[in-house]
């Protein structure tokens, strides 16, 4: 639907009442895949973790992966989930040259975690209960590369290479039940839901959680009805969205979409849909009814999943703190400001502060770095921040270095690309390239930071033009120099520093 | 013939451990056999003289080396063509693996060779073990040795004629609803199903996943015995083999000792469709039994009339599923449908040609049991009817130690008599299918020639699950009892082949 087409989002909001449910499938990080001593890797060369049980060969045999279980128990766990005594896996059959058996080996009405919940903050500050239907084992498929034709999609392709390296690896689909009453701000609901899961899965260890790897992938089913009607409408499903800002922006594009159809009388057609990053629109995949028929049965080759009661408390005891108390935690350890926090939250920087601190960084160096400088560049490169190939220890490094007057902050901004290059750390650039400020300066400038402290406003003032106020700075760095000090180069470093913050 | 090929296995072997005749003498002596006989028994899909006398060469070498070796070690076997070998095609009787070669050896065949028994070849069976003939093998009908116009029974009837025919001492079959023994109840042959789980189907090319079982075939107890111990134990890549060791299945067997031992005779399975001359010998066995001190004593499994039924719902629902791999993809058969190659259409031109009728016939009737509407009604009640067989069968071996009945209702029939009946074909296994829906062992045993027809008739001997012990126990006292009646051993009534080649 072209843009224009669509309904605007207020009126669309005003006419409807958005459900949205989600279904998230997180890849495990086990050494072997689901059931074979396989590697379970991403990126090495096509179709060589594979063996006779991942292709499929006649005559082979699945085993379950144990560690696979205990880290679905404790996503389940993690989510507030009963975890089942007794869980079969069952085979969903179809044809697909993905599929290496033409079935997949999934759970179906016992999943392994049912009856959880998890409550998520969005960024106005409004927080929500997302009630989780199950979270259930199944395997991955191979990875289809269609070739020739121009949209990489199979209608086209002249023919299509398959790599199951990727099949039988370890997934858990988390399933939510209906969401309702998120209204304006369903999107955010659903993608602050999906933070919350990486969060989890990450806290716990068990994926690796990188979304643009597929460690995390979402299904976003999205309906309409009008406000007071009971029943719900026709919802599709929008097919693995692939980044935060992905899953927002479709769910409020299928809003729009959905209710210009609807306005306009037209019955929503129950199907999966793509999302397309670049049109920013979806577009209509395969129909897809409830009848879609997969002759489940109940796996006969595996015998049933049953977790003694002392394996799921041994997990349970191990579970990391719920990311709401985390984020509590470390709210108040750091002492940011309750903005502070939420763009640090909504930039998804948790982990990436947390590690930087704990390198060595004060946090609101951290954080300055990390929405600042880096969030500037990651921005430019039209990139997530936290895909930048850069460590919590690099920044941390950085700040040391800084706070060390080794660089000032524009060095310090120089060095970040040349980390960001991959020429090493912070340190070592410095080494490397001589990047290093004269040892003088750094006093001079531990010296002005001391008397910033003392009076914050000064760099404000500079900024706006009022060069006076620089004066009592630099006579306090005259003074604490006791006069050794060259006031033109304070001066200059003053302006410099006000500049460059 | 050579005397040597006469004998059996457990003969063989003291001949091979006293060093009176080496593996590669009777390796070749069997090969010679094969030669002369097989060109109108057809046991043999596969046969690699050159492989089984290097196998045999090594075994001497390592014997007259001093090397602490296997007790059946160079004694030579035959293995169904359903077990895959790296070293011989391996196609379950299909065209649609038709010269195809494994890269992995199943478990079954990994022991065989660590053991050092020369695999002689590879035997016939129905089409992925669909049948009870070996006339819906896509390469041809094996045919039993005691009328070459009759068929050896099936699916594992190359298993049952190679030994019938002395091409081979002993061989290892299947079986999912009689496949090992229906074809040794009409070849006058042995043959084992042992308790689901006690043998490993890691590489056994699967019709039925709950219900498949591979087992030893022989001309005698003791040898069944000996290659059961073989072949059993706990296989990590089979998830659904037991734990546990079931014991020696040859001290059982050289017990010969039924006194105070109670045997049930399942009123079901004797009277009407039964041939009367099975009656006949069934009765004679009964009262060898009795006089040998055992006690008789009547059960009654009063659900075995839906056995059948429940049996050819359950059997081709897992077939439908199992049979999804062979799509062209990754190995076998590939036909180029005429017109546009997609892969929908390659898959199923593919399919179309490499499967033969009863193979489609069963995957048309599993997929539609497995289809939503039908599950209940079809699979979910079948289901329920293997329960109330192994609450049958619970009932019953409360008031005996083992059971027993007529292997088959009929010696064997003329090829050809009743392809185009499916449903006739498939009441031959009315006594032998509750053992696989119970996953209990089963085993049948010859007990004498049909007055009408002058055909082997067979026993069948059911025990409780893991209790294989006693059927190989009670079946070698009651083989002794006939053989001390008869003078010689069943398979010495059987007439001479002619030999040519």
Redesign the interface.
């Known amino acids: 639907m072209a843009k224009d087409e669509l309904m605007n989002y207020e009126k669309a909001l005003e006419m409807f009442e958005v459900v949205i449910g989600l279904e998230v499938h997180v890849e495990l990080n086990t050494k072997t895949k689901m059931f074979c001593g396989c590697r379970n890797e991403f990126g090495d060369e096509p179709n060589t973790n594979v063996c006779?049980i991942c292709?499929?060969?006649?005559?082979?045999?699945?085993?379950?992966n144990r560690t696979a279980v205990e880290s679905s128990i404790s996503i389940g766990l993690a989510l507030g989930c009963e975890i089942a005594p007794n869980g079969r896996f069952a085979?969903k059959?179809y044809?697909y040259?993905d599929l290496?058996?033409?079935?997949q080996t999934s759970q179906y009405d016992e999943p392994i975690a049912f009856d959880g919940e998890l409550t998520v903050e969005l960024p106005s500050g409004s927080v929500h209960t997302v009630q989780i239907e199950r979270a259930h084992m199944e395997e991955d498929a191979g990875k289809l590369t269609h070739i020739g034709g121009s949209t990489g999609r199979i209608q086209g392709a002249e023919y299509?290479l398959?790599d199951y390296n990727r099949a039988g690896v370890p997934l858990v689909e988390i399933v939510t039940r209906p969401v309702y009453g998120a209204g304006a701000e369903a999107p955010e609901l659903a993608a602050a839901y999906v933070r919350s899961i990486r969060e989890i899965v990450k806290g716990l260890g068990v994926s690796d959680a990188r979304m643009e790897r597929g460690n995390v992938r979402c299904d976003a089913n999205v309906s309409l009805r009008p406000h007071g009607q009971e029943k719900l409408g026709t919802r599709t499903e929008t097919k693995n969205v692939n980044s935060l800002r992905s899953i927002e922006r479709a769910v409020r594009y299928e809003i729009q979409r959905q209710a210009a159809l609807l306005a306009k009388g037209t019955a929503i057609v129950q199907e999966t849909r793509h999302w397309h990053e670049d049109k920013g629109a979806t577009s209509a995949g395969r129909p897809k009814s409830d009848?879609d028929?997969y002759?489940?049965?109940p796996e006969?080759?595996?015998?049933p999943v049953q977790p003694s009661k002392e394996l799921i408390e041994s997990l349970r005891a191990k579970l990391p703190e719920k990311p709401a108390d985390r984020r509590k935690r470390v709210q108040a350890e750091w002492g940011f400001a309750d903005l502070e926090f939420r763009d640090v939250v909504n930039a998804d920087l948790l982990d990436q502060i947390e590690e930087t601190v704990k390198a060595g960084a004060k946090p609101q160096a951290a954080r300055k770095w990390w929405t600042g400088e880096l969030a500037r560049i990651a921005n430019s490169q039209d990139k997530d921040v936290t895909e930048l190939e850069i460590s919590g220890a690099h920044v941390a490094e950085l700040t040391q270095l800084v706070d060390a007057g080794k660089l000032n902050d524009r060095l310090a901004r120089e060095v970040l690309t040349y980390v960001l290059n991959g020429e090493g750390s912070p340190a070592q650039i410095v080494a490397a390239r001589g990047l290093e400020v004269v040892s003088d300066d750094g006093a001079l400038i531990a010296a002005i930071d001391a008397a910033l402290a003392k009076q914050p406003d000064v760099l404000d003032a500079i900024r706006e033009g009022r060069m006076q106020a620089a004066g009592a700075v630099i006579g306090a760095v005259m003074q604490a120099m006791k006069g050794s000090a060259d006031a033109g180069r304070v001066r200059e470093l003053l302006i410099e520093k006000a500049n460059a913050s | 013939m050579s005397e040597l090929i006469r004998k059996n296995a457990s003969e063989l072997v003291e001949l091979l451990k006293s060093g009176q005749v080496s593996s590669v003498e009777l390796t070749q002596a069997h090969l010679d056999r094969s030669a002369a006989v097989d060109q109108d028994v057809h046991s043999y899909l596969h046969q690699n003289p050159e492989t089984a006398l290097a196998a045999a060469a090594d075994i001497d070498r390592r014997r007259a080396a001093g090397e602490q070796l296997h007790e059946l070690a160079g004694l030579p076997i035959a293995v169904k063509d359903?077990?895959?070998t790296t070293d011989a095609p391996?196609t379950?009787g299909s065209k649609i693996?038709e010269g195809?070669v494994?890269?992995?050896d199943?478990t079954v065949v990994k022991k065989i060779r660590a053991a050092g028994l020369p695999i002689l070849g590879k035997t016939n069976l129905d089409e992925f073990a669909m049948g009870s003939s070996t006339e819906f093998s896509a390469f041809g009908p094996s045919r039993n040795p005691w009328d070459l116009t009759r068929i050896p029974g099936g699916s594992g009837g190359g298993s049952s004629s190679v030994v019938a025919s002395f091409q081979a001492p002993v061989a290892i079959g299947s079986d999912t609803g009689g496949s090992i023994r229906f074809p040794a109840s009409v070849t006058g042959t042995v043959g084992n199903k042992p308790t689901y789980g006690a043998v490993s189907?890691?590489?056994?090319?699967?019709l039925?996943?709950?219900l498949d079982q591979v087992g030893p075939v022989s001309r005698n107890v003791l040898d069944s015995a000996l290659i059961q111990d073989l072949i059993a134990g706990h296989d990590?890549?089979?998830?659904?083999s037991l734990p546990e060791s079931l014991g020696s299945m040859a001290d059982a067997a050289r017990k010969l000792d039924v006194k105070g031992m109670r045997i049930g005779v399942i009123k079901e399975l004797m009277g009407e469709g039964f041939q009367p001359g099975v009656m006949n010998r069934f009765k004679e066995s009964i009262a060898l039994l009795e006089q040998a001190g055992a006690e008789i004593v009547e059960v009654s499994c009063p659900n075995f009339e839906y056995a059948i039924a429940a049996y050819y719902l359950i059997l081709p629902?897992?077939a439908?599923?199992n049979l999804?791999?062979?799509?062209s993809?990754?190995?076998g058969l590939r036909v180029a449908p005429e017109g546009n190659p997609t892969?929908?259409r390659v898959?199923a031109a593919t399919r179309e040609a490499g499967f033969g009728p009863e193979v489609k016939r069963r995957i048309i009737l599993g997929?539609y049991a497995?289809?939503?509407g039908s599950?209940e009604h079809f699979?979910g009640a079948a289901l329920k009817v293997r329960t109330l067989i192994q609450r049958d069968f619970a009932a019953a071996f409360e008031k005996a130690d083992v059971l027993i009945s007529p292997t088959a209702p009929t010696t064997a029939f003329k090829i050809g008599e009743k392809l185009e009946d499916p449903l006739a074909m498939y009441l031959n296994d009315i006594a032998t299918i509750p053992a696989n829906l119970a996953g209990i062992p089963g085993m049948s045993i010859p007990i004498g020639l049909a007055d009408e027809d002058q055909l082997p008739v067979g026993l069948q001997l059911l025990a409780p699950a893991r209790a294989d012990a006693r059927l190989y126990q009670v079946g070698a006292a009651l083989e002794k009892m006939h053989e001390d009646v008869w003078g010689k051993r069943m398979i010495d009534f059987a007439p001479e082949l002619e030999v040519r080649g």
């Open positions: 006779p292709i499929a060969l006649p005559g082979a045999l699945p085993a379950v085979r059959n044809f040259p290496a058996k033409n079935f299509s398959v009848a028929d002759r489940y049965f006969p080759d595996l015998v | 359903n077990l895959t391996t379950s693996l195809w494994p890269p992995y199943s189907r890691y590489g056994l090319i699967a039925a996943s709950s990590p890549h089979d998830s659904t629902a897992e439908s599923s999804a791999k062979f799509d993809v990754r190995f892969i929908e898959m997929t497995l289809s939503s599950y699979y």
